[in-house]
């Protein structure tokens, strides 16, 4: 079956790297994702990766895809206040119109 | 503007009322679905729907009912039969389409029981 999961919390000091953990149980995922959700906010697509990619760089954003071990991870380098928020890691696998989300993972950034 | 429009973002029930929650897409997107999230859950899914006048039943419907009558629009209806409705409700809609599958959000209707 699907599922994914993440740690709940994570607390960082501004401009230090965070590292957001997930692992997911389908091996036929064909995209994973990154959502941001801000609050009182929908979520909002952060970054994403093709199964067949090992990592993906955007700016101040990795992501890092383990196959194997069905884990994937999202850092956030120089981490800002502004980057305080859930987040929450999703899989589409391939047929199925049910994007699957963790539970997310709430980033706190204090100075 | 594109994308997808939740209306309210806040909503106040009296015990024993139903409301409904509007949701409209103009991104022409078959697939629509409504989450429902608490603090510390995640998001739950409750009602999808792949195409109009089709949809299915998610993880937590009981107490929940949709409607598909149009492309463009996917309200839930929250009854007196929830028993527990005060929660953050989410909307989403997703290509079912080749591509990367990503789903897009609304921004979300908070309902409170009063």
Redesign the interface.
Known sequence: GEDVEQS?FLSVREGDSSVINCTYTDSSS??L?W?KQEP??????LT?IFSNMDMKQDQRLTVLLNKKDKHLSLRIADTQTGDSAIY?C?E?VGGS???T????TSLIVHP | DGGITQSPKYLFRKEGQNVTLSCEQNLNHDAMYWYRQDPGQGLRLIYYSQIVNDFQKGDIAEGYSVSREKKESFPLTVTSAQKNPTAFYLCAIKTTGQGRGEAFFGQGTRLTVV
């Open positions: 709940l064909t995209y994702y959502y009182g906010a929908g979520l909002q697509l994403y929450f999703a589409n119109y049910i994007p989300f963790g539970r997310g």
